[in-house]
């Protein structure tokens, strides 16, 4: 069973600049939710995708944004990048669910530098 | 505003002791906790899990306490290993949302 992948691995990016993060869920699973991990602090929760759809957001701006794929696939897009979004970047899966709580399963992540 | 803090930064443990890792969450919404181990250059790697009708929940050598009146959770280890070295993570979500709310972490030494 193949686990949580993303893409790239890491890169390096001018303020302005628009990037786009892959990730490719685990296998059965069909959420996807998005964090931002900056040196020295826990993940933040960007947004969630379920079914093609936005899910829920954290407390990002609009230039992030992102989509979910009929595969389960996911893309986090950021527009007009800045000093501060530099950071390591996570993809979350989770499977379907029909209890309390929902146990997430992460990639290895996307590092970003933003110059 | 911390809604799930992790207030020791960093804890160090003799190989076969005991460790314990805490964790104070300030929402009382939250309904589900985790616990992620974090290596450098890997992302986080799912532990251990307990939901709020719960007070304890054992996996091998882990077992998470939560006390939801104290609003606090710990993760126990025993015995600690070397390869239990490294960077802590609590984790909650409340009611209806499945977003995880993140404490800062704390980087647990095992010292052979």
């Known amino acids: 069973e193949t686990g949580v992948t993303q893409s790239p691995t890491h890169l390096i990016k001018t303020r302005g600049q628009q990037v786009t993060l892959r990730c490719s869920s685990q296998?059965?699973?069909?959420?996807v939710s998005w964090y931002q991990q900056a040196l020295g602090q826990g993940p933040q929760f960007i947004f969630q995708?379920?079914?093609?759809?936005?899910?829920g957001r954290g407390n990002f701006p609009p230039r992030f944004s992102g989509l979910q794929f009929p595969n389960y696939s996911s893309e986090l897009n950021v527009n007009a990048l800045e000093l501060d979004d530099s950071a390591l970047y996570l993809c979350?899966?989770?499977?379907?669910?029909?209890?309390?709580?929902?146990?997430?399963?992460f990639g290895p992540g996307t590092r970003l530098l933003v110059l | 505003d911390q809604q799930v803090k992790q207030n020791s930064p960093s804890l160090s443990v003799q190989e076969g002791r005991i460790s314990i890792l805490n964790c104070d969450y300030t929402?009382?919404?939250?309904?589900?906790f985790l616990w992620y181990k974090k290596y450098p250059a890997e992302g986080p790697t799912f532990l251990i899990s307990?939901?709020?009708?719960?007070d304890k929940n054992e996996d091998g050598r882990f077992t998470v306490f939560l006390n939801k009146s104290a609003k606090h959770l710990s993760l126990h280890i025993v015995p600690s290993q070397p390869g239990d070295s490294a960077v802590y993570f609590c984790?909650?979500?409340?009611?209806?949302?499945?977003?995880?709310?993140f404490g800062k972490g704390t980087k647990l030494s095992v010292i052979p």
């Open positions: 995708y379920y079914r093609e759809e936005e899910n």
């Open positions: 929402n009382s919404m939250f309904d589900y």
């Open positions: 307990i939901s709020s009708i719960k």
């Open positions: 296998s059965g699973h069909n959420t």
């Open positions: 984790a909650a979500s409340g009611a209806g949302s499945y977003q995880l709310t």
């Open positions: 979350a899966s989770s499977p379907p669910t029909s209890g309390i709580g929902e146990t997430q399963y």
